[in-house]
Structures are given as C-alpha cells and as structure tokens.
C-alpha cells in the first residue's frame, strides 16, 4: 500500500475465492467453516474499502475488527455491518471460525427497493456504533433468512436475481426489526415528513463519501444538490444532528489518520493528497481537530 488506503471490489474477492456463493459481481454469500493457521493473511488483514455493505454475524472463533480506525473485539453472536466507503481491517485469531456473511454492492443495494426513508436513523447510528451483540434465537431467526437466500442462489430459476433482491431486502428488514425491539429510535415506525429531507442527507453522504479528499467546502456540496448552503445547512442537521461542516471533517480526518497510520506517504504527500494548500495548513488542520499535529499521531502509530 504505497499511496492510498486500497478498494477491493466483490469481482476481486470472487476471483480470489472461486468457491464463493453468489451472483455475478454484485452479491456474494458465505458461511463456510475455515481454519485460520497462525501465518494465514485474510483478505482483510490490511486496511481495505468495499464498495458495498459488510454483513457479518460470527458462530465461531474471535476477531478484532478495525471499522475506521475503532477497534471491536467479535465474538459469538456479534453482527458488524459496515457501510459503502468504510474501511476495514480484520486480524482473525488461529482456530476455527465460522460467520454468515454478505457482501452486497452499492448498486445491487440500490435495486433492492428497501424503504431508506425508515432506515434513515440505523445508518447514522451506524457510523457511531457498527457492532451489536445478537441472542441465540435472533441469529436462528437470521440463519432460516440466509438458508432460503442461499437455496435461491443455487438454483437456476428465471427470476433468480430478483428473488434474492426481495429476500435480502426482507433479511435486512429482520435485522432492523431485531435492533428495534432494543433501541425503538433506530427506526421511525411513521417516516412521514423527514422522507425529502433524509433522501438529500443520503446524496450527501453518497457525495461526502466520493470528494472528500478534495472538497471541504460546504458550498460544494450544496451546489452539487441545488440547494442553499443555508438550506442545505439546516437540511443534515435535521436529519443527522450533526452540521455539515462536521461531517466534511469527520470524513476527512478519517482519511488523514488511515493515510498517516497505513500508507507510506509523507506527511507533506499526505497534505497535497488530501488538496490542502500546504503541509503547514494541513497540520493546523489536523491539530484542531484532533490535538495532535500528524507527526505526533503518525509516531504514536
């Protein structure tokens, strides 16, 4: 990794794993049993974006799980989702392991046809906390969702990829309904008259995720959905209780530490990668935000 943090796209993991269940380059399934020598180097094993969702419910074995640089110990019963854009890192400890595991991409995510208005609240929680702790009988609950989406994807029916779009959607659905019953504001029973708002917030997020190497601008990101920055402005922070502004930052220091951390870019690369005028901006920059100047984050790594 000698510059950015790496993408890896479902065709690639597909080719590096022929065994792998799925359809075509969109979708891909596991819950095969592996053993994990002491010198195995998992596909994530360095830091790596999908563009897609992770869904991960572990059945055996431990892992520590990085999900954009925050480190969670997975054990039995853990469901991790991570989001289009998030980076991942995961150090498998030797031993058996087992997980029921989706890789679904952004597209094929967008023809499932799920309501997103409803789902607004989960995503944003998302970003805080991608890891929850399942009972017994809510991973057998998802485990007769994944036999019948698996059984799908063996067969040869016509409308095969259709099929597995509803049925992912409904094991998605599940999933949300099972952190409901926890934490009833994850999801709105009643949508109602957020849905205009929470679209525009999910295009900036989409936008966020694409330019935030080399747009920090607010103005930017209004102008790109046609809005007032003042509109715009008051938009994500009725939806997501943050301000734009903090996103922008928060996506951009999420860059910089994995660069400084990961990559072997100078901190002077790092800065003009990042499109900031100088090294000296950068490391100002990078001081508010997090207290430490980049060489003192990158010596602590």
Not at 137 to 142: D, I, S, T
Request: one cysteine or more; a neutral charge.
């Amino acid at each position: 990794m000698e510059h950015e943090i790496g993408n890896i796209s479902i065709a690639r993991i597909r080719q590096m794993n022929p065994g792998l269940k799925g359809i075509n380059n969109d979708f891909v399934m596991d819950r095969s049993e592996h053993y994990i020598p002491e010198n195995m180097n998992p596909i994530f094993k360095y830091p790596l974006r999908l563009d897609g969702i992770i869904i991960s419910i572990r059945e055996k074995g431990s892992a520590k799980v990085n999900i954009n640089l925050r480190e969670y110990d997975i054990e039995k019963n853990d469901l991790i989702i991570c989001a289009p854009g998030d980076i991942l890192q995961s150090i498998l400890s030797p031993g058996i392991h087992l997980s029921q595991m989706f890789l679904i991409s952004s597209d094929f995510l967008k023809e499932m046809y799920i309501n997103l208005n409803s789902f607004m609240p989960f995503f944003i929680s998302l970003k805080e906390n991608p890891k929850f702790h399942l009972m017994e009988e809510e991973v057998q609950e998802l485990n007769s969702f994944y036999q019948l989406i698996e059984e799908t994807v063996s067969r040869n029916d016509n409308f095969k990829t259709e099929i597995v779009r509803r049925l992912m959607g409904a094991y998605l659905y599940k999933i949300g309904s099972i952190l409901h019953r926890r934490q009833p504001e994850f999801l709105s029973e009643s949508p109602k008259s957020l849905k205009r708002e929470e679209v525009l917030f999910n295009q900036f997020i989409n936008l966020l995720t694409e330019h935030h190497r080399k747009e920090r601008r607010v103005d930017f990101y209004a102008e790109q959905l046609f809005l007032s920055p003042k509109h715009f402005s008051t938009v994500v922070k009725k939806v997501s209780g943050k301000t734009a502004g903090e996103w922008i930052d928060e996506y951009v220091i999420l860059e910089a530490k994995a660069l400084l951390k990961y990559s072997v870019m100078s901190i002077q690369e790092v800065s003009y990668f990042m499109n900031f005028p100088n090294p000296s901006f950068f490391g100002k920059y990078f001081k508010h935000h997090t207290g430490l100047s980049p060489s003192e984050y990158k010596m602590q790594q």
